[in-house]
């Protein structure tokens, strides 16, 4: 089993930056990917970013250039900084990993419960 904290979500300016954090414990071998999504009211789920365990990354069209997401291997932790917030980033947050518990384990998808994000003067 897996467990997901995130944190770093809140109520900030449009214009603002705010940085997001995902932390996952348990057992794990390796985590193949970290990323974000995010859901709005009466929208779909949606990539925010994601990154693989050798770094390679990819970014939803809509915040390509404003947000930029990192990792650290050794702490199993995904950040997703994010600056030039526009109201239209209000959702809430989820963190996803893609989790292997034991080397040749088929790869297991993982959630967090979500942050709530909301971008409004």
């Known amino acids: 089993q897996v467990h997901i904290v995130e944190s770093g979500g809140g109520l900030v300016q449009p214009g603002g930056s705010l940085r997001l954090s995902c932390a996952a414990s348990?057992?794990?071998?390796?985590?193949?990917?970290m990323g974000w999504y995010r859901q709005a009211p009466g929208n779909q789920r949606e990539l925010v970013a994601v990154?693989?365990?050798?770094?390679?990354?990819r970014y939803g069209e809509s915040v390509k250039g404003r947000f930029t997401i990192s990792r650290d291997n050794a702490k199993n932790t995904a950040y997703l900084q994010m600056n030039s917030l526009k109201p239209e980033d209000t959702a809430v947050y989820y963190c996803?990993?893609?989790?292997?518990?034991?080397?040749?384990?088929?790869?297991?998808?993982?959630w967090g419960q979500g942050t709530q994000v909301t971008v409004s003067s």
């Open positions: 990154i693989t365990s050798g770094g390679n990354t």
């Open positions: 996803h990993t893609r989790v292997i518990h034991i080397l040749g384990d088929p790869i297991y998808d993982y």
């Open positions: 348990g057992t794990i071998f390796s985590i193949y990917a």
